[in-house]
């Protein structure tokens, strides 16, 4: 049998256990009588019983890259696909959130010691440039990094304009998405409707555009980090596939994963203030406006502070339906319906109201986003042109304007 010990927030919180490709998790019984420790997941609360591989694994894949980049990855590590354990063991030094998989003996904090190596300009843009050949640039000495998600990224930090890999613990704080060979308009896409979502009043992650080795990348800083006496500090963080157990492969409610009721009502559970509850539905509504046909589970989250959680920062959000072949549903029904082109006033109160937010303030919250986004669209798209012309953007603002006008009908 293989162990791996599993820190959150720095503290020795359980180990990992395989047995030929069966895995269990057990927390220590020092954390679990310790006055100060919060679980591993929502969906891992605190037991001293151990987690069968059923109950653990759904937890654990979502903190793995999707599908494709994870085969990439396993082929490059010789891993088979399939072997969770194996992976985290090869990059989970530093996941999402605040938890780390490390061998025995090892430390999730560097020996007290940030390092890093500095890229030059050219060698950052050769690693984004390899990216779909070596998926988070495995295979660096010392790089142990997870990333989730379906789109080839370098996970990395970035001081004074410098990319600086984090080795052997140091926590990563940037997250450098180059464009996609497919839709090569990407990175001036998701930049702007990012900064039309935060413009609009929504918490978004911040975000820019850096020419990194000749190319122009979108540069997401991690809300799951903060700086902390000059030091990076990680904190905890999970999706709505983790916390609800559900497999990465099924975070599309179409094939299975949750939908707008099932998030309603974990942020019920949570106990999220009222607050967190209608800025989840104005991103709702925003995610339409804007074209956004990915907004599924894993693009949803929670972070904790003290062991509080609150809604995380909006991230990836981008105009889908700019690409005619892929944008023309929703990742998530509003009462009932996928297709954007039916989408209606009606049909977003009716959504509220089964999650329990009353028809007044369901149509009080859409003419609020609606407001503010055709109030803020001119001074975004200006911004966006002078700095980083592209056509895009008309093509993004032509179809707000059109679903702005579509939600304003009955």
């Not at 354990?85 to 560097?110: H, K, T, Y």
Request: with cysteine.
């Amino acid at each position: 049998m293989e162990a791996l010990d599993v820190y959150l927030n720095g503290r020795k919180a359980g180990c990992l256990f395989d047995d030929n490709g069966e895995m269990s998790f057990a927390y220590l019984r020092d954390y679990l009588d310790s006055n100060s420790h919060e679980p591993l997941s929502y969906s891992v609360p605190l037991r001293s019983e151990a987690f069968s591989h059923a109950e653990i694994e759904p937890f654990l894949s979502n903190l793995l890259p999707d599908d494709i980049i994870r085969t990439r990855l396993a082929a490059i590590l010789q891993i088979p696909r399939e072997n969770t354990f194996a992976l985290l063991r090869a990059i989970g030094g530093d996941c999402a959130g605040a938890v780390s998989f490390l061998s025995e003996g090892q430390s999730p904090d560097a020996g007290g010691c940030e390092e890093y190596r500095e890229l030059s300009d050219e060698e950052a843009g050769r690693i984004l440039g390899n990216l779909q050949k070596r998926p988070l640039d495995v295979g660096e000495e010392g790089f142990r990094i997870s990333g989730a998600g379906a789109q080839d990224k370098l996970i990395a930090c970035i001081k004074e304009g410098r990319v600086l890999l984090p080795l052997n613990g140091t926590p990563s704080t940037h997250i450098i998405k180059p464009a996609m060979a497919e839709y090569p308009n990407s990175v001036e896409n998701e930049w702007f409707s990012m900064r039309l979502a935060a413009a609009c009043g929504l918490d978004a992650a911040e975000c820019d555009i850096a020419t990194i080795g000749g190319r122009r990348c979108y540069v997401c800083t991690r809300y799951d980090r903060e700086i902390v006496e000059g030091k990076v500090r990680r904190l905890h963080q999970e999706d709505f596939c983790q916390m609800l157990k559900v497999d990465p492969k099924r975070k599309y409610e179409s094939i299975g994963g949750p939908g707008f009721a099932e998030s309603f009502s974990l942020l019920r559970a949570l106990q999220l203030p009222a607050s967190d509850t209608l800025e989840f539905f104005d991103r709702a509504i925003f995610n339409f406006l804007v074209g956004n046909g990915d907004a599924h589970a894993k693009n949803f989250s929670v972070v904790y502070r003290n062991g509080v959680p609150r809604l995380s920062p909006a991230y990836d959000i981008m105009s889908t339906t700019v690409y005619p072949d892929v944008g023309r549903r929703m990742a998530m029904k509003v009462d009932g319906e996928y297709a954007f082109k039916w989408m209606s006033r009606g049909k977003y109160v009716r959504m509220a109201g089964k999650s329990g937010i009353s028809p007044r303030i369901a149509m009080r919250e859409i003419d609020k986003v609606i407001r503010r986004t055709e109030r803020n669209l001119p001074n975004v798209e200006a911004r966006a042109r002078r700095l980083f012309p592209h056509t895009v953007y008309a093509t993004i603002v032509e179809g707000v304007s059109s679903r702005m006008a579509q939600l304003q009908d009955a």
